[in-house]
């Protein structure tokens, strides 16, 4: 079984990056802490506030689930964390350096 290092994709790519991917805009942001609809029940209106992100984690207050960039993209696209690590690294195989965060993100490098 080919091996994906986790936690180097965890480091490589940023939860911004990945929100993007799956199409999530904040609708609140204060600091590093934004909030907005959750984009793994996408139902939900635009404009609420469910769904927390700080730094790189999430926590939706709707389904009640949190964790990482790998854990969002697998539960947005309904993978298991093996396949949501491996279309994240097929996606951005550079990691970070691959593709530019969205503008509000930019001055968060580390
Ligand atoms: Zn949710």
């Not at 404009?47 to 993209?73: E, M, P, T």
């Not at 309904?78 to 097929?90: H, I, K, P, T, V």
Request: glycine share 10%.
């Amino acid at each position: 079984m080919s091996g994906i290092d986790f936690q180097a994709v965890r480091e490589a790519v940023p939860l911004a990056q990945v929100l993007g991917l799956v199409g999530w805009s904040p609708s609140w942001v204060k600091g590093q802490a934004r909030r907005g609809s959750c984009p793994i029940h996408s139902a939900r209106p635009h404009g609420s506030r469910i769904f927390a992100v700080d730094g790189n984690r999430w926590y939706c207050h709707q389904c009640k689930r949190g964790g990482d960039c790998i854990d969002l993209y697998a539960a947005c696209k309904g993978l298991s964390l093996f396949r949501a690590a491996a279309e994240l690294c097929d996606t951005l195989p550079r990691g970070r350096r691959a593709v530019r965060p969205p503008p509000a993100e930019q001055e968060e490098e580390r």
